[in-house]
């Protein structure tokens, strides 16, 4: 048994999942040098919420950011999280934009880009996985994990071999909602080994506790690596504390080989800054607990606050349980939808209109019936021809790749951004943030004409005109 590799999520899902991915890249920049002495097998740093994040709150350019971090982990194969055709925007996005996106990802500094697809359909990866091969990246697709009838093993290992047949170069169990249980993990990914060729990471969250067991027993299953989180940014919806994984392994067949004294070094410098955090308001310590409530409801620990939100909005915090119990209805309705974003707020809101309205389907979302029609790919389990005509109507269903409906659309873009671009990758920023991005450039463009301005007036001081 080689030894397990360790992906890092401290600067990328660790403070997504704890503080709405708020960490900023000035307080990232002094850790790094140590950080890259670990020798992690990747550092996951980019995709996912960061580069929403980054031009909506912080006003930072996150190809910026990706270009600092690259500088500063000269030594670190650098991870990315990709939404197969949605990149990381909230639409499916011609294939040219994809493209496009892939090649100055990898330009700008991605090693490693972990791609994925809600529904787990297979089509809406394709496209990602030839860009990222054609520009040399190492592409992991992964899998989102889910519970429920539809979801056996020989669901995943089904879907693992078509994922090894397009080009994938390693496969990820995505367990976002911290839905696994340890022996489940342990079983599934030995049958996913036995199954495939290519190697298998697992993704799991700590919410419901169980993250730490779920590790080792895939570990003990043949698992190749493993995400963790640095332990002040661990635990609650984080991941499994990396310090903990390694010191576990030490000395065993699976040893990490990662130095317990640099980590601690690391874990320090994160220490101050999660005491900022808690400090400010920013980290709420109810994000650490532990709340068993997904599994109990197969509800991830997200959609669950959002359900609650919006009945408490209604005045109806009364009819929670109804609601959890319409979910599961909704969701076999609409073909076994994994329950991750986005698919479990369409289906969440859905499940709340259905029992406030007091008759199912009175009240129908555009975003359900986007899902029904077929604008988010094939689901699961196919949907039942009447009940699609019931929703949708007269619309003519999709059947094929949904982005084989999208003309090509970064010429277009191109123009429309034409005003505020100052590097090609703003066009990117545009196309996935529309308007935030706008905002962005703009108060880019008047911090520079500011300091430009200053400068002018300190030349006419110093010499005179």
Do not use: W
């Given at each position: 048994m080689a030894k397990i590799g360790i992906t890092e999520t401290v600067i990328r899902d660790a403070h997504q999942s704890l503080i709405a991915t708020r960490m900023t890249t000035e307080e990232m920049l002094p850790v790094l040098p140590l950080m890259d002495k670990v020798g992690f097998h990747s550092v996951e740093c980019w995709g996912g919420a960061t580069f929403d994040s980054c031009l909506r709150f912080l006003n930072e350019d996150p190809w910026e950011r990706l270009r600092t971090l690259r500088k500063n982990l000269p030594n670190s194969k650098l991870q990315m999280l990709f939404r197969g055709q949605n990149m990381l925007g909230?639409?499916?996005?011609?294939?040219?934009?994809?493209?496009?996106?892939?090649?100055?990802?990898?330009?700008?500094?991605?090693?490693?880009?972990?791609?994925?697809?809600?529904?787990?359909?297979?089509?809406n990866l394709e496209t990602a996985v030839k860009a990222a091969k054609k520009e040399g990246a190492h592409t992991q697709i992964a899998i989102s994990y889910t519970t429920g009838d539809k979801f056996t093993n020989e669901y995943f290992v089904d879907y693992a071999k078509r994922i090894e047949s397009v080009g994938a170069d390693s496969i990820c169990l995505k367990d976002m909602a911290a839905l696994l249980t340890p022996y489940r993990a342990g079983e599934l990914v030995g049958a996913l080994k036995k199954a495939v060729k290519i190697p298998i990471q697992l993704h799991t969250h700590?919410?419901?506790?169980?993250?730490?067991?779920?590790?080792?027993?895939?570990?003990?299953?043949?698992?190749?690596y493993i995400d963790t989180a640095m332990s002040p940014m661990a635990n609650g919806t984080s991941h499994t504390p990396t310090e903990s994984m390694v010191a576990a392994l030490q000395g065993t067949e699976y040893d990490t080989g990662l130095d317990l004294k640099?980590?601690?070094?690391?874990?320090?410098?994160?220490?101050?800054?999660?005491?900022?955090y808690i400090e400010s308001g920013l980290l709420d310590p109810k994000m650490l607990a532990v709340d068993a409530n997904a599994l109990i409801y197969q509800v991830p620990g997200g959609m669950l606050s959002n359900l609650l939100s919006q009945l408490k909005q209604a005045g109806k915090e009364d009819k929670l349980t109804e609601v959890l119990q319409?979910?599961?209805?909704?969701?076999?309705?609409?073909?076994?939808?994994?329950?991750?974003?986005?698919?479990?707020?369409?289906?969440?809101?859905?499940?709340?209109?259905?029992?406030?309205?007091?008759?199912?389907?009175?009240?129908?979302?555009?975003?359900?019936?986007?899902?029904?029609?077929?604008?988010?790919?094939?689901?699961?389990?196919?949907?039942?021809?009447?009940?699609?005509?019931?929703?949708?109507?007269?619309?003519?269903?999709?059947?094929?790749?949904?982005?084989?409906?999208?003309?090509p659309e970064l010429e277009k873009l191109k123009k429309e951004c034409a005003e505020w671009t100052e590097q090609e990758e703003d066009v990117l920023s545009y196309a996935q943030f529309g308007q935030v991005a706008v905002k962005f450039f703009e108060e880019?463009?008047?911090?520079?004409?500011?300091?430009?301005?200053?400068?002018?007036?300190?030349e006419n001081k110093v010499h005179p005109v």
């Open positions: 909230y639409r499916h996005y011609a294939d040219d934009v994809l493209e496009y996106f892939v090649q100055k990802s990898v330009a700008n500094g991605i090693d490693i880009i972990r791609i994925f697809d809600a529904l787990n359909d297979v089509r700590y919410t419901s506790g169980l993250a730490s067991m779920c590790l080792l027993k895939a570990i003990e299953a043949g698992v190749d640099l980590l601690t070094e690391i874990r320090d410098y994160f220490m101050t800054l999660r005491k900022k319409e979910v599961p209805r909704v969701r076999k309705d609409a073909g076994d939808l994994p329950l991750v974003t986005p698919t479990s707020q369409i289906v969440g809101t859905q499940a709340v209109f259905n029992v406030l309205m007091g008759e199912r389907y009175k009240m129908v979302t555009k975003e359900f019936k986007g899902v029904v029609r077929g604008e988010y790919g094939q689901t699961p389990t196919p949907i039942d021809p009447a009940f699609r005509k019931k929703i949708i109507g007269d619309a003519e269903p999709i059947d094929c790749r949904p982005a084989d409906l999208l003309e880019r463009r008047n911090k520079k004409y500011n300091i430009d301005s200053k400068h002018s007036d300190y």
